[in-house]
Structures are given as C-alpha cells and as structure tokens.
C-alpha cells in the first residue's frame, strides 16, 4: 500500500493528548442566550458526535460557530438519568460534507457537570 492510501485511513497528523470516546449522545450547544427579563427563547443548535474525551469533543452541526466563542452545552446519554451541562469553546471549525466539523474544549467551570463528566469518561474508558 502507498503512504496516500495509508493516510486515508490513519490521521498521521493526530494531535490529541487523551483517548476519545465513540459514544452515541444527544449534544446541544446555546449559540444564543436568553436576555434577563426577555421572553425570546435562546437559540440552541442541535449536534451529532463524533467524538468525546474528558477534556473536549467533537461534534458535527449543520451552522460553522465562530472559533474562540464560548458556549453552554447539554449533553444527554441513554445510560445517564440526567444531562451534563457544560461549558466549551470552540477551538477549531472544518467545512464538511454535512455541515460542519467543530472541537471543542471543555472549561472547568462551577455551576457545570464538569467532575461528574469527567468521572464518566474515565470509567468509560476503564
């Protein structure tokens, strides 16, 4: 096999420090929030993943998000009985054929699931 064929199906250019998880989730990310004292609704897109970790993911949506932006997400899984809501940012946007690939970094802020989402990776990946 020639090193072209080779890298179609390896990333020679993999710069991640952490495993990632192939997990089946429902991701939402707040592109808008809601103003205090308004009744307009925020704005929230709905995503697929690709890939998560203890520290980011990443997600496909079908709108590019503006890299260094700052979001709240809610994360629902079928094995949880409640959501991880989080907070991220956007470090990176790729154009793809379904829209658009997005990594994002996931921030230890209080008021998120963030211990408890790191808990649960660990112990999916044990």
């Not at 998000?65 to 809610?74: F, N, S």
């Not at 470090?91 to 211990?115: C, F, M, N």
Request: charged fraction near 30%; include cysteine; charge should be negative.
């Amino acid at each position: 096999m020639k090193d072209d064929e080779i890298s179609r199906f390896f990333n020679i250019d993999e710069r991640r420090e952490e495993a990632r998880l192939n997990m089946g989730a429902e991701i939402y990310i707040e592109t808008v929030s809601q103003e205090p004292g308004e009744d307009k609704p925020p704005v929230v897109l709905k995503c697929d993943s690709v890939d998560l970790s203890a520290n980011g993911l990443q997600v496909l949506v079908y709108e590019a998000l503006a890299v260094g932006a700052i979001h709240t997400l809610l994360i629902e899984f079928d094995t949880h009985e409640k959501p991880f809501k989080l907070i991220a940012e956007v470090r990176w946007v790729k154009p793809h054929a379904q829209g658009y690939l997005i990594g994002l970094s996931l921030y230890d802020s209080e008021g998120t699931e963030i211990i408890d989402w790191k808990f649960m990776m660990a112990k999916s990946l044990n």
